[in-house]
């Protein structure tokens, strides 16, 4: 039976007219907020976490997360380990450096399994291991894709194969940059190394050494801003895309994250009751707890950019002049092209 669009409340009407504005004429920069005030962002940003329900999909994240990561060490340990025998022990350095935002306990049992991992890697490991690793880890990028659909309002466009073939995508190309930031900071530690061994002076070896870690450290963000840029662009269904290297949500999720893992560092130091608790799988939860950190930080700042240019796509529909980089037209949304029900009701195709 066809649905009965005059049951459609005019509210919702305006408000999915609005959101497809957003996902067909993105801004070019969310930093100036196209005159938004920063309190009414704030405050439209909560009720759209509640709305969204942030909090139980970050959940549903971290367990996505987690299901990858062990297939995902898996196949990396196999691939160095046939590779060569000293690139499963430089794999291993470049992990350690997780401890600066892992909790201890959890860092350990992921190094074991590293580890044991790669005593045992064979061709037959390799193989299944690789396919396992990249289709488990493509499985949590389409939960990304399904909650961004639900923070942008939006019925994803793409096919089952073309979303699993983009989440693949994704997932590629995050472990790449992944690595890349791990990297990073152990090329830090070595050039200061380096420097100090080669410079006779203890003052200009010191400067030397620290300057090269502070640009480090500095790639290092990057590259880690990098990545949420990708998934902003990459995951959510809209209908037009527009490329930013930072943006405000962005840079919260990032702030967020990193102070939300090393609160967590520390709670666990001074009160870590989950390994009497618990016993052995008090590790497991710890990495599932900062798991959960990881991916609500991740839609926080998606929540973040949507609102401002929901709030901008407002004004504007409202008859407030564009400025001068934004398209001056605005798409014609009428009832019948709606969904039946209201558009945050709408829950996206899975992709999992």
Known sequence: MPADHSLVHPSDVRQQRVWDYVSRSPLRS??????????????????????????????????????????????????????????????????????????????????????????????GKLTFGLIASVWSASIGVSAIQDSMNIVYKVRDPRSYIHARIAAIGITIVLSVLATLTLTAMLGGDIFSVFVRLRIASPFVGSVVAITGKILAWIAAMGLLALCFAVIYYWAPGVKARRWRWLTPGGAVGILGWVLASLLLRAYLHFFNFYSITYGSLGAVIILLMWFYITGFMLLLGAEINSEIEAAAAEMKLAGRTPSASEPANVPDVNASSLPAGPPGSSVPNSHK
């Open 30 to 123: 969310l930093w100036n907020l196209e005159g938004v005030p920063a309190k009414v962002v704030a405050a439209r940003t909560w009720r759209a976490m509640l709305a969204d329900n942030l909090l139980g999909r970050a959940a549903e994240l971290g367990f996505y997360f987690l299901f990858a990561l062990f297939p995902t060490l898996l196949s990396a340990s196999s691939i160095l380990g046939l590779a060569a025998k000293s690139a499963s022990t430089f794999y291993m350095r470049l992990l350690e450096y997780l401890a600066l935002v892992v909790p201890t306990s959890a860092l350990g049992a992921v190094l074991t399994t590293f580890t044991e991992t790669t005593a045992h890697a064979t061709t």
